[in-house]
């Protein structure tokens, strides 16, 4: 099983900066100049919503938890990467959260935990988190079971 975040609060981002350059487009068309001054310069605001979509982005492609019958692997990086493994039979808790925003949309964060201290692996804006989160506790049951 391999688990990303899901890219529906990204697209609702770059959605966001599309519309936006397009009503800076439209009121620079129509607005008068501005101490001789076009008011185009404001495509600054929808490209910076734009810029920071696209790192989010980024950032979501670079995060990924992979699920095997006997670990759990959670990757995160582009081009440096950090790695952490847990056996997926330590896995004590897993925890489903969703904001007001992530209900609407039908995601949610997924934490699993384990007995010791910072043992805690955290995956934001999850697609069907109480799905996913029900089927690595079935898992990690199952594996304790062996």
Request: charged fraction near 20%; avoid cysteine.
């Amino acid at each position: 099983m391999l688990l990303r975040s899901s890219v529906k609060l990204i697209l609702v981002a770059y959605g966001f900066a599309a519309l936006l350059a397009i009503a800076v487009v439209a009121y620079a068309a129509t607005a008068p100049l501005i101490a001789g001054l076009s008011t185009y310069w404001l495509l600054v605001i929808p490209g910076l919503v734009f810029l920071r979509a696209g790192v989010k982005h980024l950032i979501r492609l670079g995060t990924k938890l992979i699920i095997t019958e006997d670990r759990v692997r959670y990757e995160t990086g582009i081009l440096s990467k950090s790695t952490r493994v847990m056996e997926l039979s330590k896995v004590q808790d897993v925890r489903m959260d969703q904001r007001i925003g992530q209900r609407m949309i039908g995601v949610g964060n997924v934490s699993l935990e384990t007995a010791g201290e910072t043992s805690r692996i955290e995956m934001a804006n999850i697609d069907r988190p109480q799905k996913v989160a029900d089927h690595i506790l079935e898992m990690a049951r199952a594996q304790r079971q062996k």
